[in-house]
């Protein structure tokens, strides 16, 4: 049976309409936004995007860093079509805005890649109730916002995708990075679930699960000297990206980049929670305690 999940996702693939013939029709362009854009994997996944021709919106917080981000894909990709919004995406008129901003472009949303997070390391108890609050609005509520503001026009033409960028601890509970944890698994489950829904209608829902990747994240929530950082190699960002775009343009729903990311994943499906949250307790408690630290809105996993 295997066979026929391949040719179902191939036909998918061929009966879509083309970006290009779709921008014709309509007046518009087709566009890609990719939040968290200023570096890690948002920035990766936008240059694979722009090596593929793909018309960019990089969004993030840091306009500097995110100019530098647009820079450094104009000249690795020579007529690159780049454009940036600097936004705090858990403000309350974010999607708003990011609308304005692709009404003026005279855009339609064709890709939209939800990477932007913020991670908070340490107890549960000991957390300000400002840092949970702001993981929450960045991590669940903004995401689900954007994600729920661009699906309608999507399934109305009958193209574009939604990529989620989620992480290998959605699986699992987290002690030690709880709430983390738990908005990744939320960001899994609720994608898992709008694919099933809109199933057959020509728009491609993906979550994206990678473990550790080399990026500044861990260093910022303050979890280097955690165990796990230890144990499980760390893929680069470029890596992660790739694979999550090749699951992505087959239809897969779910992707775990890394062979060894998906044994992992295996396992913590498998695992009863009794038995599964005492060892990944070991493996994020931070060996030298700090206080928490949050970070900055930017890529992450």
């Known amino acids: 049976m295997k066979w026929r999940g391949l040719v179902d996702r191939w036909l998918r693939r061929a009966w879509r309409p083309e970006t290009g013939r779709m921008a ?13 854009a200023s570096e890690g994997i948002g920035l990766a996944i936008a240059s694979e995007l722009a090596r593929r021709g793909d018309a960019l919106l990089l969004v993030a917080r840091d306009e500097a860093r995110l100019d530098e981000a647009a820079t450094r894909i104009r000249t690795a990709f020579a007529g690159a079509n780049i454009d940036t919004l600097a936004l705090d995406l858990s403000a309350a008129d974010a999607v708003a805005r990011l609308r304005e901003r692709i009404e003026q472009a005279d855009a339609y949303i064709h890709t939209l890649v939800n990477n932007a997070g913020i991670g908070i390391a340490g107890e549960f108890g000991d957390q300000s109730p400002d840092d949970i609050d702001r993981l929450i609005g960045l991590n669940v509520t903004a995401a689900t916002r954007l994600m729920h503001a661009v699906l309608p026009a999507m399934l109305v033409r009958g193209t574009g995708g939604i990529i989620n960028i989620a992480s290998l601890g959605g699986f699992a509970p987290g002690p030690y990075q709880a709430a983390y944890y738990a908005s990744k698994a ?19 829902l993906c ?4 473990g550790p990747v080399e990026t500044r994240f861990h260093a910022r929530m303050g979890t280097d000297n955690a165990l796990y950082r230890w144990l499980l190699p760390a893929l680069t960002p470029q890596r992660v990206a790739r694979s999550a775009l090749f699951g992505y343009d087959w239809g897969r729903t779910l992707v775990v980049p890394g062979l060894l990311n998906r044994i992992v994943a295996l396992l913590m499906n498998i695992l009863p929670p009794s038995l599964l949250t005492p060892i990944i307790a070991v493996l994020l408690r931070p060996r030298n305690p700090a206080p928490p630290k949050i970070k900055p809105a930017a890529s992450e996993n």
Not at 24 to 34: E, F, Q
Not at 187 to 202: N, P, Q, Y
Not at 207 to 210: E, F, G, L, M
């Open 24 to 36: 014709k029709l309509t007046g518009h362009r087709p566009i890609s936004v990719v939040t968290g």
């Open 207 to 210: 979550v994206v699960a990678p």
């Open 186 to 204: 939320y960001l899994i489950s609720l994608t898992r679930a709008v694919a099933w829904e809109i199933r057959g209608r020509g728009v491609r």
